[in-house]
C-alpha cells in the first residue's frame, strides 16, 4: 500500500480502499462498476448516482470504484469564486465509508487533472487504471482539459472501450433541482431542516473541541467550543436544536453559531451544550448535526436576559427530543 492511500476498516473488517493520489492506483484487476463526479455535496442528487452505480456492480459482480476530488475544481479554474464547502475531506470520507464501496480515489484536483485531454482520461485512467466496465455519471459532468469531455463522449467511446454506462438526469424534489449550491443558499439563509431534505441526511460539523474562555461556566451552561475550518460553508448565525455525537454515543444539545455578541467575540464560534455531560472536552472530537433552527443570535443588555434566552432554548430542545 502506497503512502497516501490507506484500507478504512469498520468493526475490523476491510470496507473501502481509499487512494488520495492518482499515482497511488495500481492497475486494478477485478472489472469496475464506476461513479464519476465532484460529489462536492452528498446530497440526495450525488447519492442517487452511486447507488445506481453500486446497484450495477452488485448485478454484474464487478467492484465499485468511485472517482472524485478532495478539492473543488474551482480552486483552479476560478481561485477568485471558490465555493464554501458543504463538508471537508475527512466528513467526505465519513460519508462514503457508510455507503461501503469497494475504492475511492478522492485525488486532488490540479494541473494534471486539467490539462489531461479527455479521450486521454477516459482511455489510460477510467479504462486501462481502473478497468471500468460500467459507468454512472450525472448529465452534465464535464472533465479533461477545458472542459471538453463530457457525457456524449463517454457515450461515443463506450462501444471501443467495451463498458457500458447510465447517464442520471438531475434529481427533482418539489418541482426545485436539487443542487449543491441550492443547499449552501439553503444553509447561508438558516433553512436546516429544507437543506437537511435535500441533503438526504442532517448537515454536521466535525471538529475538536477547544479551549474559550469559558464563559458558559460562569453562567452555569457549559458548552463545547468548535473551531470553524477554513472555507466551510458556515449555518447561518443563531440557535439551533442538535445532535452531538461523542466517541459514537448520541446526545440531546443545543448549539449556538455566531459572534457571540453579548460578549464581544470576535470571529464566528459555534458553541454547543451536550446534555448529560459535565466535564471538559477539550481536545475531544465530536459531531454536531443541526435539526431546527430556534432563533436568530441575538445582544441582550444582560447577563441575566442572555441566561433566561438560554434556558428557553434548552426547554425548547427537550420538549423537540421528548416529543420524537
Same mark, same amino acid.
Given at each position: ?41 452528498? /446530497? ?5 448516482? +452511486? ?6 456492480? !452488485?448485478?454484474?459482480?464487478? *467492484? ?26 475527512? $466528513?467526505? %470520507?465519513?460519508?462514503?465509508?457508510? +455507503? ?7 485525488? *486532488? ?19 486501462? +487504471? ?6 454512472? @455519471? ?12 463530457? %457525457? ?25 433541482? %436539487? ?9 447561508? !439563509?438558516?433553512?436546516?431542516? !429544507? ?9 454536521? @460539523? ?29 449555518? *447561518?448565525?443563531?440557535? =439551533?436544536?442538535? $445532535? ?5 454515543? *448520541? ?21 454547543? /451544550? ?6 471538559? +472536552? ?31 432554548? =434548552? ?10
Amino acid at each position: 500500500m502506497g503512502k497516501n492511500s490507506w484500507d478504512r476498516k469498520i468493526n475490523g473488517r476491510k470496507t473501502m480502499k481509499i487512494f488520495f493520489d492518482i499515482e497511488e492506483i495500481e492497475p486494478i484487476e477485478a472489472g469496475t462498476s464506476v461513479a464519476l463526479g465532484s460529489f462536492d455535496g452528498l /446530497h440526495i442528487g450525488h447519492i442517487e448516482v +452511486l447507488n445506481r452505480m453500486k446497484r450495477v456492480a !452488485e448485478e454484474k459482480d464487478l *467492484k465499485s470504484f468511485v472517482y472524485t476530488f478532495s478539492n473543488h475544481p474551482r480552486e483552479l479554474l476560478s481561485p477568485d469564486n471558490v465555493p464554501p464547502k458543504i463538508m471537508d475531506v475527512e $466528513e467526505k %470520507v465519513q460519508i462514503f465509508t457508510r +455507503l461501503d464501496f469497494d475504492y475511492l480515489a478522492l485525488v *486532488k484536483f490540479d494541473m494534471a487533472q486539467l490539462s489531461i485531454e479527455p479521450e486521454v482520461f477516459i482511455e489510460t485512467i477510467l479504462v486501462k +487504471l481502473l478497468n471500468m466496465k460500467h459507468l454512472t @455519471v450525472g448529465y452534465d459532468f464535464h472533465f479533461g482539459l477545458k472542459g471538453r469531455g463530457d %457525457v456524449e463522449m463517454l457515450k461515443a467511446f463506450s462501444e471501443q472501450y467495451g463498458y457500458t454506462y447510465e447517464i442520471v438526469k438531475p434529481i427533482m424534489k418539489n418541482d426545485i433541482r %436539487v443542487s449543491s449550491t441550492l443547499i449552501r443558499e439553503l444553509l447561508i !439563509e438558516g433553512k436546516i431542516e !429544507e437543506a437537511n431534505y435535500y441533503l438526504g441526511r442532517r448537515h454536521f @460539523v466535525k471538529g475538536v473541541v477547544v479551549r474559550s474562555k469559558g464563559l458558559g461556566r460562569t453562567i452555569n451552561f457549559a458548552t463545547a467550543n468548535l473551531r470553524i475550518k477554513e472555507n466551510i460553508s458556515t449555518i *447561518k448565525s443563531g440557535v =439551533y436544536i442538535t $445532535e452531538t455525537i461523542l466517541r459514537g454515543q *448520541k446526545y440531546r444539545s443545543v448549539t449556538n453559531v455566531g459572534t457571540n455578541p453579548t460578549f464581544n467575540q470576535k470571529g464566528i464560534h459555534l458553541e454547543t /451544550h451536550i446534555v448529560g455531560i459535565d466535564r471538559d +472536552l477539550y481536545d475531544e472530537v465530536i459531531e454536531v448535526h443541526f435539526i431546527k433552527r430556534l432563533r436568530d443570535e441575538m445582544k441582550f443588555n444582560s447577563v441575566d436576559a442572555l441566561v433566561e434566552a438560554m434556558q428557553n432554548d =434548552y426547554r425548547s430542545m427537550m420538549a423537540y427530543f421528548d416529543a420524537e
